[in-house]
């Protein structure tokens, strides 16, 4: 089980990790929390309702790793309506206020719902209890392992856009399998590449 997901009944999944494997998690986790942000709360003595109204941004996030969280809904060129070729400046333009419109009324929950994950996954993590090597098995339910899914996932985003990942540099033969101890990005990569092992294996262990 050692550092790979296996079934549980009743349609959960557990993995053995180490004291360090817990600690790089949950500390990467409550990164991704402080990067996504606490959101907009009422304040207090507001109408709770009126939460569920506010608009949000309609311009894309700053931050080269928030716009990769929370990418524009309509994109041109093999975005998501799968537009072939050069974009008309029309279009374009249309494409831009549509990604603005869809942005103002979903990125708030959506927002809402990548929080939700990552506190699940330091809730999850806090939970254990280690043996005397510090090292503890994680037993996740049906729900708890689609939004470690869904976090893990982020997670990859997010180191992947820090380290300027290609599509090339992911695979067996690609320069992150080729790095040298001495490159600053090696612990980095390290965690990337692990994550995605990870994920891959909850993904294979949920898969009927």
Known sequence: MAGHFEATPGGGAAVALDEVEISILR????????????????????????ALFVEGPSKP??????ARLFPDAYSGP??????????KPEKEQELRERSAEFRRFTEMDLRTGKRD????????????????????VLTLTGDECLSWLRSLNDLRLTIGTRLEVSDEDQGEDGSLYRLPDTDPRKPMVMAYLWLGALQESLVETLMP
Not at 61 to 66: F, G, M, Q, R, S
Not at 78 to 86: L, Y
Request: aromatic share 0%.
């Open 27 to 50: 500390s990467l986790a409550v990164q991704l929390l402080e990067l996504i942000g606490p959101g907009d709360q009422p304040a207090d003595g507001e109408d709770p309702l009126a």
């Open 61 to 66: 996030p700053a931050d080269p790793a928030l």
């Open 117 to 136: 994950d990552a506190l699940a996954v330091v809730r999850t993590l806090d939970a254990l209890s280690p043996a005397a090597d510090g090292g503890a």
């Open 78 to 87: 093999g975005g998501p309506e799968g537009s072939a070729g050069a974009v």
